[in-house]
């Protein structure tokens, strides 16, 4: 029997997990596949690996499995012993806590801390394993230290293949931590030589964002992270784990059909709950089986509805929205925001089915291709209304998600210019209490109007956005 085709694929499906300074044993006393952080990563595997297994069964292509997460200050840097009474003591999640608090809180006195060699040293142990589970791809959580920031986050990225992401909490007025993610990202843009894939021509910033009111349960990366140790649920903590969608000619298809603003809501109730109300009865089921037969206790997040553009001929999510008769014109001019707007508040409401995550509209510069040829008209010296500017792209984030993302900007850019962009992202996501992050690319020796020359089969090339 033929199955049904997919309208779209799966980009990833993310196992959250809650590491421990505990679970990094000294060398003396460690016990190979009995330490606590394998045995972790092997049930967050053996999650993983049943569930793409089931949804390919189903007829999905699903293109990565990943891992999330709390935040690494809570367990990377701590000696295995460190008291962690100064997490513990409240329920509030650290990311959501003032600058001055968190500081306290996630970077203790230096007598609790493991020294550079040890950080170094478990990052090469989560490294291995995650090779032996064929797992491509760890987030480890945000900062929450400004110090951890510029100090930690670039030793992060910098790890070979490339496997890791992080991110660093920016909340809003908080100019101190917006001023460390501003300099990790000048620092990773120097990062790496010719021969380093992950790392050259700024590509490390691939996999750093500032975030900002970013909640555990995010299947995207860089900003995906795990519930944090403050959380009162974490004494006996479940593996969570959540789907993220790469669904931009699905998209396409839909905003044609609406063919007005007006009618959005309506189609989007129907067909997306259609589609994916079967993904959400695999995953499921999936979960009740793991906790009926006691493997280990697993929580099915839910999905992330996202509009997620691929490079795919159809993929772009700025074309699909040109369908749409209110946009007059390019993506970005009299139209785009009301109809940025609609799409996310259907995205947020699609019945029956369990979300988390985003649930909005991603806008990634170098991971769609019209987004990338509007910016591209910034190159030829016009100052048409068409182009795509920065400033455009957060008016637009005002209304959906997920932020700045993806965008080249000048190799010289100041530290000023940039941490008052992450700033204008961070109040955005603090004002309305939504989820948004700024991930932008220093393009080493570029200036605003080069083109880029980026040479990865994950993104296209556009041009050096001005920092406005």
Known sequence: MTKHAKPFRIRTITAFTILHPSDFPPAETEDGENDPVVQKIDQCSTLLHEAKSRLSEAG??????????????????????????????????VSSQP?????????????????????SERLQKLNNILSQHDIGFLSLGPSTCPRHTTSICPKIVSIAPGRFSCSANVDACDVESARAAAKCVQIISTLGTDDESHLAGGLGNFRFCAASCVASGVPFFPAARGASLTDTDTIFPKIGFGIGLENGEFALNLLKEAKSIYAINTVFATRMKEELLPIQDVCSKLASEFDEHKKFSVEYLGIDTSFNPSLDESGSIAAAIENLEEVRGDFGQCGSLSAAAAITTSLQSIPGIVKTGYCGLML???????????????????????NLSMQKLLYISSVCGVGIDTVPIP??????????????????????????????????GSRAGDKTT???????????FEVE
């Open 364 to 386: 990634p510069v170098l991971e769609d291709r019209r987004l990338a040829e509007l910016g591209m008209k910034s190159n030829d010296g016009s100052s048409s209304s068409s």
């Open 60 to 93: 999905y292509e699903i293109q990565t499995v990943r891992i999330a997460t709390n935040p690494f200050g809570e367990w990377l840097t701590l000696k295995h012993d460190a008291s962690i009474n100064h997490l513990t003591s409240t329920s509030d999640d």
């Open 99 to 119: 600058a001055t608090k968190r500081a306290k809180q996630s970077s203790p006195e230096n007598k609790d801390e493991v020294d550079e060699s040890t950080i």
């Open 411 to 444: 190799g010289n850019v100041l530290e000023d210019d940039l941490s008052s962009l992450m700033l204008d992202v961070a109040a955005l996501a603090g004002r309305w209490t939504k989820p948004l992050s700024c991930r932008v690319f220093p393009v080493p």
């Open 454 to 464: 980026f040479d990865s089969p994950y993104m296209c090339n556009s041009c050096v």
